[in-house]
């Protein structure tokens, strides 16, 4: 069966299902998670994504990002694909969520209704090389001045999802 995403309204109620590739040609709003993973120092777990995928590939973002399944819940989602793509498992607690819209050069939109989450983790990750291409910690700092250097080399969610934590840290 191929991976569906749940469509959502504006409340974050669930509408329907749909194939997570349907959704993203349509752009139709859906549920997604994102996770923030930092250390100690405040640094941030970044991944560059898989050269494989069939968006953004090569380009860094947040620890990882996905689509909740039906009946699961945010955190045990993010859990779940942070298992998957950085062979690891923290607890999270979920900051906030939002509304996005970002089209890419393929034709597909992520139109997400993002449930923005923060946890902590002081190892190297054991990557999965099918999904995550590499990773590196970076202080908040850091990748603020980076996005403004080499806007280029990041995913357009992860450009518009990092000011909006970055702001809620800093609040």
């Given at each position: 069966?191929?991976?569906?995403?749940?469509?959502?309204?504006?409340?974050?109620?669930?509408?329907?299902?749909?194939?997570?590739?349907?959704?993203?040609?349509?752009?139709?709003?859906?549920?997604?998670?994102?996770?923030?993973?930092?250390?100690?120092?405040?640094?941030?777990?970044?991944?560059?994504?898989?050269?494989?995928?069939?968006?953004?590939?090569?380009?860094?973002?947040?620890?990882?990002?996905?689509?909740?399944?039906?009946?699961?819940?945010?955190?045990?989602?993010?859990?779940?694909?942070?298992?998957?793509?950085?062979?690891?498992?923290?607890?999270?607690?979920?900051?906030?969520?939002?509304?996005?819209?970002?089209?890419?050069?393929?034709?597909?939109?992520?139109?997400?209704?993002?449930h923005v989450m923060i946890g902590s983790y002081q190892d190297a990750p054991v990557i999965n090389t099918d999904e995550v291409a590499s990773y590196k910690w970076m202080s908040l700092e850091a990748v603020k001045k980076d996005m403004e250097v080499q806007p280029t080399i990041y995913t357009e969610w992860f450009?518009?999802?990092?000011?909006?934590?970055?702001?809620?840290?800093?609040?």
């Open positions: 069966m191929k991976e569906q995403v749940i469509l959502v309204n504006e409340q974050d109620e669930q509408i329907g299902l749909m194939e997570k590739i349907e959704a993203h040609e349509k752009a139709l709003l859906h549920r997604a998670f994102s996770v923030f993973v930092l250390n100690d120092k405040k640094e941030l777990m970044l991944q560059q994504r898989a050269g494989e995928k069939y968006h953004s590939p090569l380009l860094w973002a947040n620890t990882c990002c996905s689509h909740q399944r039906d009946g699961e819940t945010s955190l045990a989602a993010g859990k779940r694909r942070l298992q998957e793509e950085m062979g690891f498992v923290c607890e999270l607690k979920e900051l906030f969520t939002f509304i996005y819209k970002a089209p890419f050069d393929n034709g597909l939109t992520e139109h997400e209704l993002d450009k518009i999802i990092f000011n909006k934590f970055y702001h809620h840290l800093k609040v």
